[in-house]
């Protein structure tokens, strides 16, 4: 379960350090985007000792790093560096096909640590979003899928809004993806950080749509990001009598229930079913 994914850039470790204090149920070294080009170089030969640097700082989550894009000239040399390190997954940005992750599954054959390295897939293009399903169904090892409506919004040419509109059929289209290859999907940033109630009604609108967790890229939309993908104490109690009164029916052979004055068969039931595993988890 990945409900906040958090970045920080590769070549600021004094930033990476900090993970620690804020609780993502992910961290993210980041030498994609976040890392300059004249900075890349510098920031991947550091990286093993950047991931030193944040293991001993006590981190007690899940740690990856985003290397670049599959077209890009740092992209083989930034995986050979991350399977180096001691981490959890590697983010791969903008995959568009199965295939461009094969370099990955070549380096999880080879990798000589004993800790088994997972695969976050960013999509953030047309050709991603039109191969969704492909890259939720065929890619070994595969931990989650993140939707990057940002880059989808460049590609596409379109103009991003706060309501997004403008993205509303690509990030349908990525959360069915990765509901039909099983894979737990994370939902798109919001760029202004110091909006908290436009993050919070994003997170809600992403959970409504099935997404499990978003993206992250302040500090502050971290705490964000878990509230708004955890089950609140009053759902918990809901479904808790829900499934309860379901059960009990069922026991007398009745598949409807009036339960609360509202109609109640099998799909409420797992709905109410899957509130409660999330709460376990949380």
């Excluded at 149920?25 to 510098?42: F, H, Q, R, S, Y």
């Excluded at 890009?72 to 461009?100: G, M, N, R, W």
Aim: net charge negative; charged share 20%.
């Amino acid at each position: 379960m990945i409900r906040s994914l958090f970045f920080a850039p590769a070549n600021r470790p004094e930033l990476a350090v900090k993970f620690p204090r804020f609780h993502a149920d992910c961290c993210v070294i980041d030498l994609e985007d976040g890392t300059p080009d004249a900075e890349k170089a510098k920031a991947r030969a550091a990286l093993r000792d950047t991931v030193a640097q944040v293991r001993a700082a006590g981190l007690q989550s899940r740690l990856a790093v985003r290397v670049n894009v599959p077209d890009s000239p740092h992209y083989l040399q930034d995986l050979q560096a991350a399977f180096e390190c001691d981490i959890d997954a590697i983010v791969i940005p903008k995959l568009e096909t199965p295939a461009q992750a094969f370099p990955f599954q070549h380096g999880v054959a080879h990798a000589q640590s004993a800790r088994t390295i997972g695969l976050i897939s960013g999509i953030e293009s047309v050709r991603g979003v039109l191969n969704a399903q492909r890259i939720c169904e065929e890619t070994p090892n595969l931990l989650a899928v993140y939707f990057g409506a940002e880059d989808y919004a460049a590609d596409i040419g379109g103009r991003r809004t706060p309501g997004g509109a403008e993205v509303a059929t690509a990030r349908g289209w990525v959360i069915m993806a990765a509901h039909v290859g099983r894979i737990p999907a994370i939902d798109q940033a919001v760029l202004d950080i110091r909006n908290d109630a436009l993050y919070t009604a994003d997170a809600n609108a992403g959970r409504d749509l099935g997404y499990q967790g978003k993206i992250c890229v302040a500090p502050a939309q971290v705490a964000l990001a878990n509230a708004a993908f955890s089950p609140t104490p009053e759902e918990i109690e809901y479904a808790r009598r829900l499934v309860a009164a379901y059960e009990a029916a069922i026991a007398r052979g009745i598949g409807t229930i009036d339960f609360e004055g509202r109609m109640v068969d099998g799909p409420l039931l797992k709905h109410s079913q899957s509130i409660l595993a999330a709460a376990l988890r949380s």
